[in-house]
């Protein structure tokens, strides 16, 4: 099942000159970018692994792209994120998100069902990946 | 620039077409920079034609390329030698700005490093900080000042030879990204070179800088005391000009930076001169003038008096 976490999430992959032109527009607008992996990709799992540290003072997206393409040498099958940091006062968040890596193997996530008091049922979501502990997923 | 204005075309061109180079160079606003660099700049005539060089050899080499026939990037990464207060840096920010407008870097930005910011204290330390300076520089500038530290031919075990291993497979890999400029001494950079033979064959162009004559050094001095907002009164004048005579015999001398601390020197000197005098109204020309004793109160004067000094130093030997 393929994960569709972020922007762009529902398109094809990004190519690489289209990653490029995507943090062209964040820096010009004046956003840190940084880049992120995880192994575990549930949708509530929002905190990911840095990749180095967000870079701030990058003037040209060619710093960045090649960050990423460490990064995917580094973690092939792992999910890879970028990000572009608002640092403006009163935003000071994430204005845009996101997928530019993942395995080539998604298993998904399966639906848990647990009985509550009464007739109550509740759900939640465990993703296949994660059955196998940290590192040895994928 | 006399060719005769003709529709250029984009694509692959017949022998007849023709390409209207000074279009393309209007077109770049390149000369804007140039005359600004020989307004700003005094002296300094074999640096401003070498950079007039360049800058023709790029404007063709575009042309070229639009014409399909130059399909690599020419070599654009430099080395910059002369002493100190020459004007390295300033040429360095000119070039950037140069290349940008000529569309071969995407930003322009200059990184300034020294070896500090790029050799790292411990093993494994190097890389990664020689890797965030050279991804900070992309799209523009890297310069690299005394870039002779790098290399440090004593120690074995020194951690500035996988710096200059990075440097020299990003130069060579990453052309369109990065542009590197080395500054340094003469001496010094010829020995790096020597023992860098890679480092050397990857830079095209090697400027140097020469040293500045007295009268561009006076010249000089005008031109930042009118930037600063002051003003020489004729014997100060005279008096400078002796100051700079003196001052270019003596050791460490750095050319222009030397003059401008010289002058941040007599300004000092005339503020508490007139500080000395507040019994009476200031006038703005009290305050815009130097006067000969701002000047000739500095130690150059004292170790070697001049016979027309008018300060009271006694006239001893030098040994």
């Known amino acids: 099942m393929r994960l569709t976490q972020g922007t762009f999430s529902f398109l094809p992959d990004l190519t690489d000159e289209q990653i490029l032109a995507q943090i062209e527009y964040c820096l010009e607008q004046g956003w840190a970018v940084s ?52 640092a403006t006062r009163g935003v000071e968040s994430l204005r845009l998100s996101f997928i530019v890596g993942r395995p ?34 994928y | 620039m006399q ?9 692959q061109a017949g022998d007849e ?22 307004r700003e700049l005094v002296g300094l005539a074999p640096v401003k034609s070498r950079v007039r060089d360049i800058c023709a050899l ?29 004007g390295k840096t300033t040429v360095a920010l ?5 290349l940008h407008r000529l569309g071969y870097v995407r930003k322009g930005h200059v990184v300034a490093v020294t070896r500090d910011e790029l050799v790292g204290q411990y ?9 965030e300076v050279i991804k900070r520089a992309m799209g523009g500038v890297l310069f690299i000042d005394e870039a002779y530290y790098l290399y440090r031919p004593e120690n074995e075990r020194d951690y500035g030879q996988e710096t200059i291993e990075i440097l020299l497979q990003d130069m060579e890999n990453r052309r369109e990204d990065l542009v590197v400029i080395l500054a340094g001494y003469k001496d010094r950079m010829e020995r790096f070179f020597r023992s860098n033979p890679g480092m050397s064959s990857r830079i095209a162009h090697h400027i140097d800088f020469p040293d500045y004559s007295a009268a561009e050094l006076f010249e000089i001095a005008c031109a930042m005391l009118r930037r600063m907002h ?47 005098q507040s019994d009476r109204p200031l006038s703005r020309k009290d305050l815009v003038t130097l006067e000969p004793a701002d000047i000739r109160a500095s130690r150059v004067f004292a170790t070697q008096p001049s016979s027309d000094s008018i300060d009271s130093t006694p006239q001893e030997s030098e040994p």
């Open chain 1, 35 to 86: 880049i992120e992996y995880t192994d575990d990709p549930h949708p509530r799992n929002t905190y990911w692994e840095m990749f180095g540290n967000p870079m701030f003072d990058l003037k040209d997206a060619a710093g960045a792209l090649r960050e990423i393409q460490e990064c995917r040498a580094t973690y092939p099958q792992h999910y890879i994120k970028v990000n572009a940091f608002d």
């Open chain 2, 230 to 276: 002051y003003e020489l009164s004729p014997p100060a004048a005279d008096a400078l000009r002796e100051y700079i005579e003196l001052r270019r015999l003596q050791p460490n001398f750095a050319n222009a930076r030397s003059i401008r601390n010289a002058l941040d020197r007599a300004r000092l000197r005339q503020a508490s001169r007139l500080f000395s």
């Open chain 2, 3 to 11: 060719e005769t204005v003709a529709p250029h075309t984009d694509q």
């Open chain 1, 104 to 137: 080539s193997e998604e298993p998904g996530f399966g639906l848990t069902r647990e009985e509550g008091p009464g007739r109550v049922q509740r759900y939640s979501l465990r993703s296949y990946a994660t059955q196998r502990p940290e590192g040895w997923r």
């Open chain 2, 58 to 86: 790029l404007l063709v080499s575009t042309l070229r390329r639009r014409a399909g026939l130059d399909t690599e990037p020419p070599s654009l990464h430099m080395s910059f030698t002369g002493n100190p207060g020459t």
């Open chain 2, 94 to 98: 000119r070039m950037a700005q140069i």
């Open chain 2, 17 to 38: 077409a023709q390409f209207d180079l000074a279009a393309a160079l209007r077109e770049s606003r390149v000369s804007e920079v140039l005359e600004e660099l020989d």
């Open chain 2, 123 to 131: 093993i494994g330390h190097t890389a990664p900080k020689t890797r």
